[in-house]
Structure formats: structure tokens, C-alpha cells
């Protein structure tokens, strides 16, 4: 989006997706070539501040983080190190080099795990309910204090669940698009999932980078809730996705306890009206029309890789 906006791009990449590109560039394998990528860690402030100083950005997006939430309850002491750590590390690099810039940060839903109302905005109390989300809201907090106390134009989106045909392949919603693909081609036999019942607000990614950029535009720094203020559970998306190619999800989806989360968040729903009136941002793709482009998307890589 930034390129087609004529912008010049930096990225910053840790050495251990560098030795192994084909692997862990996938997502930016087309563009790559116009990118400028420099090596540096979150993890370390020293290759932070190298990078700010070097490049003197005018626009700073702050996605990167163990974004997995199941994973976070499994190696809590990383998620929490390197979300809360590499937040506070890019804002002092900010803070220190470039008063002009405009930052972005990335901020979650999960943020209102157990829910304090329905739909939720953002006045809503917060309420993590894994380490992942305790490390969101750690730096939500840090991004408004640098903006309140050092006058940096820092905004967090509070972004409702994004999918795309590039989403990881461990997030419930492309487990199951690759898997009805694998399952279609006689490639798999089944599907093992947790919890069917909870629900997300899904909306497609590529509307939600254009609201995070439409926050750097503003003069002023905000906080802004991004979602569809729509709900389906799990199980409705493995419905439409396994009726797309004709079959019942019912005969297929077998249950593990295993991937189960120690706390749930059952429900999740956004109320959107402040970036609709306030950025003029609107999400353009519905839940159906995103669950068939993640099928078509995995059938296809499925015909050209078997
Ligand atoms: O796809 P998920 O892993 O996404 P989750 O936990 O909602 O988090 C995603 O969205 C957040 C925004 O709200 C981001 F901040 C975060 O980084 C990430 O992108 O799980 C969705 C739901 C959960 O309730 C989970 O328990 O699906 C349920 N689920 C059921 N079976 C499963 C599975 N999730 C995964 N990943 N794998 C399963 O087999």
C-alpha cells in the first residue's frame, strides 16, 4: 500500500528470517526488490536507534510482535519480553531522534478479552485474558503516555481480527481455508480444532492498513477502534469455507482439547463510528466474501504446488 502511495520503504528484519528468506519472506516476496530491508532486532535498543538515526523516518508502522495468541500462554516470558520491551524500545528511539515523525501502533482486541460491554469502543475498559493481551495493553498505555508526556504524534489502532489468503497458517481462519483446500484434493483427512464457539469480528487486512495510514494523516494523534461490528464463531467459518467446495464441515472437524486456551475470549465485536466519522474509513469486504477469497486463494496454491 505504501509503495503504491509512492512512499520509500524501510523494513527492519532479524537476522534469523535473513538466513532463511524463502521461508520467513514469503508475505513480501513480490515486492521485496522494493523495499530497503536493514538488519535489527526489537530486542535490541542499540539496532533501534541505529536504524531511526540512519533513516529519519516520517512515518513509523509498529506491527511487529508475537502476535499469536495460543502461543503466548506457552512462552509467556518471550511474548511479554519482546511486546512490551520492543514497544518501549522503538518509542525511545523515537522519542530521542525524530520529534517529526508519526508513529503508529498496533494495538488488539484482544485487549477487552473477557468483554466490560457489546460492542466495544474506545472508552471500553480493557480485560486481557492471555499474555499476549496483557502485552498489548502494556504497549497501548506506553504509546498514549509518549504522546501525552513528550507531545509524539503516536497513535494506536485498536485493530478487531484481519485475515487475508496471507494470513499464518497457524491462525484458525487459515488453518481451516488451507485445510478444506488439502481436504478437497484427497491431501488431508481432517481438521483439529478448539473451541468452535467463540466468536471474532473478521474483516479483511488490506482495509485495515488503509485505516492505520488514514491515522498518520491526521493532524492530531488518536486512538481508534478498527472492526466490521460484525460477529461469526468459528464454527459459521468453517461452515461457509467447507460449503464453498461443496462439503459439510460437520464430517470433517474433529475436536482437541489440546487447543483449548487456558482463558478464552468468547466474543469479540467492534464499534467503528469513531474512524467512520472521524478518518471517513469503511471496511469493503463481508464475512462470506472473505471466507470464499481465503478458499480460492489456498485451492489455487494448492493446484500450482501439487
Ligand atoms: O485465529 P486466532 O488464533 O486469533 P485470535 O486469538 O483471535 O487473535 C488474532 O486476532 C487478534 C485481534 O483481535 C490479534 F491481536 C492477534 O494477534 C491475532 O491476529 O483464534 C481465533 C479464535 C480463538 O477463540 C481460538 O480459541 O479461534 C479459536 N480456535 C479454535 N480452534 C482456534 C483453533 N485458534 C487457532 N489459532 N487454532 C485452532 O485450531
Known sequence: M???KGYDVHGIVRRVALEDETHRLWRIRKIIDNLTLHAASLESYASLVK???????DEVYHLAAQSYVGYS????????????NGTHYVLSALKEFEQNVKYYFAASS??????????????????????????????????????EAYNLHASSGILFNHESPRRGFEFVTRKISFAVARIKNGMQKNIKLGNILSKRDWGFAKDYVEAMWLMLQKEKPGDYVIGTGQEHSVEEFANLAFSHVGLNYKD??????KLLRPS?????????????????WKPTVNFND?????V???LEYIKNNL
Open 264 to 280: 478464552e475470549v468468547d466474543s469479540l465485536i467492534a464499534d467503528s463510528s469513531k474512524a467512520r466519522k472521524e478518518l471517513g
Open 2 to 4: 505504501l509503495l503504491n
Open 110 to 147: 484482544e485487549m477487552f478479552g473477557k468483554v466490560k460491554e457489546v460492542p466495544q469502543n474506545e472508552l471500553t475498559p480493557f480485560y486481557p485474558r492471555s499474555p499476549y493481551g496483557i502485552s498489548k495493553v502494556t504497549g497501548f498505555e506506553l504509546t498514549r503516555n509518549y504522546r
Open 252 to 257: 470433517y472437524i474433529v475436536t482437541d482439547k
Open 73 to 84: 500462554f506457552e512462552d509467556e516470558f518471550s511474548t511479554l519480553n519482546t511486546n512490551i
Open 290 to 294: 472473505l471466507v470464499k477469497m481465503m
Open 51 to 57: 536504524i531511526m538515526q540512519k533513516i529519519k523516518p
Open 296 to 298: 480460492e486463494s489456498d
